[in-house]
């Protein structure tokens, strides 16, 4: 005997069929030929109608059809959605969603099914479903998001800065690349005006570039200063394209790419600069060469002179300047030609006294103290003593130089490891700009008015030749240079 549950679903299945079978001319034809695939269940979601482009659909006969139930056709990984999206289509829900079905040939579709529920004499009696092969769209929709995922992972690890315009210049994208090039996170860039991220002085130069591309939707290209989030500025090169909408031909937005080239502009900065100073080298060369030709005549005549006097006090100021003249005129040979260095071991302490006494003069007229602090008693080091004294000379000048109302300049000597020493030169002076700081050392880079820069330069380098190191810092209270040398 079957329970009463049975025998209500069995009595509904009853009136399906009778609906069925007596309005099959009126009710059921236009399923027959209607364009999507169609189906009826029972209460135990038995097929008791197919259409034929369901056949068609699942490769199965009417007459197969109608001995089974609706998970013969279901794939296993889609079973509990459909049962449950079929509880509550019998319970009196419309139901859609997406399942994958099994085909006769053993091929995976793609379907939605959208469940209605039938009802004869105010009960359910089974449902309706209409079911679409939407396996076209899964593929696309995997396709599209395999290509969104792969130009998101591009944009956020692309160095160079994607970033979007619309007409009027504010900001509606830009990649994640941004933050790590200009410091800026995106999202404080976003509806801002591009012009916020030029340098002032190039501002006028890329708004007419602009202009053009919006004249003549044309893509451009050219080179702009950047200013960064810290204040500092670097080199973009950009590279400007329009979307223009095919139906209408209006500008949609202005897709430009951002790279960071700073370090190619200093590289031809550098390479104009060296064949400055080659060339400043070659008229030192020469200037030197014709100042000593009248200097040698000149030191001769004053000797004969100086044989015939009496009073030789004045002739030995002129030889002590004119000795001063030649090794000036040494030292711009050094631009020429560098002196071959000759190492021997050499008193840090001595050293750096010999210098002190030679700049001495120069630091009282300027009202400049200079102190010296020795750690580790007397350090000596292999080096060539008059290159070294040239580096602390300059150096020396540069700090006191950099105090006009006076100040203090601290010299220390201390032992930096088991086989280096470490001198410190401190001042108290007005400190080098971090744009200049960052680039000290390059010829022509410098903080003094008509100065060339060329006395760090040459230092760094005779520091370099002795295989040390040499570190700048700087800020409102002063300057600090360190010089590593080994022993």
């Given at each position: 005997?079957?329970?009463?549950?049975?025998?209500?679903?069995?009595?509904?299945?009853?009136?399906?069929?009778?609906?069925?079978?007596?309005?099959?001319?009126?009710?059921?034809?236009?399923?027959?030929?209607?364009?999507?695939?169609?189906?009826?269940?029972?209460?135990?979601?038995?097929?008791?109608?197919?259409?034929?482009?369901?056949?068609?659909?699942?490769?199965?006969?009417?007459?197969?059809?109608?001995?089974?139930?609706?998970?013969?056709?279901?794939?296993?990984?889609?079973?509990?959605?459909?049962?449950?999206?079929?509880?509550?289509?019998?319970?009196?829900?419309?139901?859609?969603?997406?399942?994958?079905?099994?085909?006769?040939?053993?091929?995976?579709?793609?379907?939605?099914?959208?469940?209605?529920?039938?009802?004869?004499?105010?009960?359910?009696?089974?449902?309706?479903?209409?079911?679409?092969?939407?396996?076209?769209?899964?593929?696309?929709?995997?396709?599209?998001?395999?290509?969104?995922?792969?130009?998101?992972?591009?944009?956020?690890?692309v160095v160079d800065i994607i970033l979007n315009t619309n007409r009027l210049g504010k900001i509606i994208y830009v990649s994640p690349s941004c933050e790590y090039v200009l410091g800026y996170k995106p999202e404080e860039l976003i509806g801002k005006h591009l012009s916020i991220l030029f340098y002032k002085d190039d501002l006028e130069r890329a708004s007419l570039e602009r202009e053009k591309?919006?004249?003549?939707?044309?893509?451009?290209?050219?080179?702009?200063?950047?200013?960064?989030?810290?204040?500092?500025?670097?080199?973009?090169?950009?590279?400007?394209?329009?979307?223009?909408?095919?139906?209408?031909q209006n500008l949609l937005e202005v897709v430009t790419v951002f790279r960071d080239i700073t370090e190619r502009r200093m590289t031809e900065e550098l390479m104009i600069n060296s064949e400055k100073l080659n060339i400043a080298g070659q008229l030192a060369a020469g200037i030197a060469h014709e100042v000593r030709n009248p200097l040698t005549a000149i030191k001769g005549f004053l000797q004969?002179?100086?044989?015939?006097?009496?009073?030789?006090?004045?002739?030995?100021?002129?030889?002590?300047?004119?000795?001063?003249?030649?090794?000036?005129?040494?030292?711009?040979?050094?631009?020429?030609?560098?002196?071959?260095?000759?190492?021997?071991?050499?008193?840090?302490?001595?050293?750096?006294?010999?210098?002190?006494?030679?700049?001495?003069?120069?630091?009282?007229?300027?009202?400049?103290?200079?102190?010296?602090?020795?750690?580790?008693?007397?350090?000596?080091?292999?080096?060539?003593?008059?290159?070294?004294?040239?580096?602390?000379?300059?150096?020396?000048?540069?700090?006191?130089?950099?105090?006009?109302?006076?100040?203090?300049?601290?010299?220390?000597?201390?032992?930096?490891?088991?086989?280096?020493?470490?001198?410190?030169?401190?001042?108290?002076?007005?400190?080098?700009?971090?744009?200049?700081?960052?680039?000290?050392?390059?010829?022509?880079?410098?903080?003094?008015?008509?100065?060339?820069?060329?006395?760090?330069?040459?230092?760094?380098?005779?520091?370099?030749?002795?295989?040390?190191?040499?570190?700048?810092?700087?800020?409102?209270?002063?300057?600090?240079?360190?010089?590593?040398?080994?022993?």
């Amino acid at each position: 005997m079957n329970s009463p549950v049975e025998e209500i679903k069995n009595e509904r299945k009853l009136l399906l069929k009778k609906l069925l079978n007596e309005g099959i001319e009126k009710r059921w034809k236009f399923l027959t030929n209607y364009p999507d695939a169609i189906f009826v269940l029972d209460f135990h979601g038995q097929f008791v109608f197919v259409n034929s482009r369901f056949e068609k659909l699942t490769q199965f006969a009417e007459e197969e059809l109608m001995t089974k139930k609706i998970q013969f056709l279901v794939d296993i990984g889609s079973l509990d959605k459909v049962f449950n999206y079929f509880h509550r289509a019998v319970l009196g829900q419309i139901q859609t969603f997406d399942c994958k079905i099994s085909t006769k040939a053993g091929n995976i579709i793609d379907t939605n099914f959208i469940i209605v529920p039938i009802i004869v004499e105010d009960a359910i009696v089974g449902v309706y479903v209409v079911a679409k092969d939407i396996t076209h769209y899964k593929r696309k929709k995997v396709e599209i998001r395999k290509i969104e995922e792969f130009y998101r992972v591009l944009t956020e690890n692309v160095v160079d800065i994607i970033l979007n315009t619309n007409r009027l210049g504010k900001i509606i994208y830009v990649s994640p690349s941004c933050e790590y090039v200009l410091g800026y996170k995106p999202e404080e860039l976003i509806g801002k005006h591009l012009s916020i991220l030029f340098y002032k002085d190039d501002l006028e130069r890329a708004s007419l570039e602009r202009e053009k591309l919006l004249t003549n939707y044309e893509n451009t290209r050219g080179s702009y200063r950047f200013c960064k989030k810290n204040g500092d500025f670097i080199w973009m090169e950009s590279v400007c394209k329009p979307i223009i909408d095919s139906d209408t031909q209006n500008l949609l937005e202005v897709v430009t790419v951002f790279r960071d080239i700073t370090e190619r502009r200093m590289t031809e900065e550098l390479m104009i600069n060296s064949e400055k100073l080659n060339i400043a080298g070659q008229l030192a060369a020469g200037i030197a060469h014709e100042v000593r030709n009248p200097l040698t005549a000149i030191k001769g005549f004053l000797q004969l002179m100086e044989a015939q006097s009496t009073n030789n006090l004045y002739f030995d100021i002129i030889k002590s300047e004119m000795d001063r003249i030649e090794l000036i005129l040494s030292e711009l040979l050094v631009l020429a030609k560098p002196l071959d260095a000759k190492f021997e071991s050499e008193n840090m302490n001595a050293l750096i006294n010999n210098v002190k006494t030679l700049i001495d003069t120069q630091a009282i007229l300027n009202n400049v103290q200079i102190d010296i602090v020795y750690e580790n008693g007397d350090l000596t080091i292999r080096c060539d003593k008059n290159q070294l004294k040239q580096v602390f000379i300059n150096f020396l000048k540069n700090a006191i130089e950099a105090m006009p109302n006076g100040g203090n300049i601290i010299i220390e000597i201390k032992k930096f490891s088991e086989d280096k020493a470490r001198i410190l030169i401190k001042d108290t002076g007005i400190g080098i700009p971090q744009h200049i700081l960052k680039r000290i050392g390059q010829p022509f880079i410098t903080t003094k008015q008509g100065g060339t820069g060329l006395g760090i330069m040459i230092s760094k380098q005779i520091i370099e030749n002795h295989k040390g190191t040499v570190h700048f810092w700087s800020d409102e209270k002063g300057t600090m240079i360190e010089m590593i040398l080994p022993f």
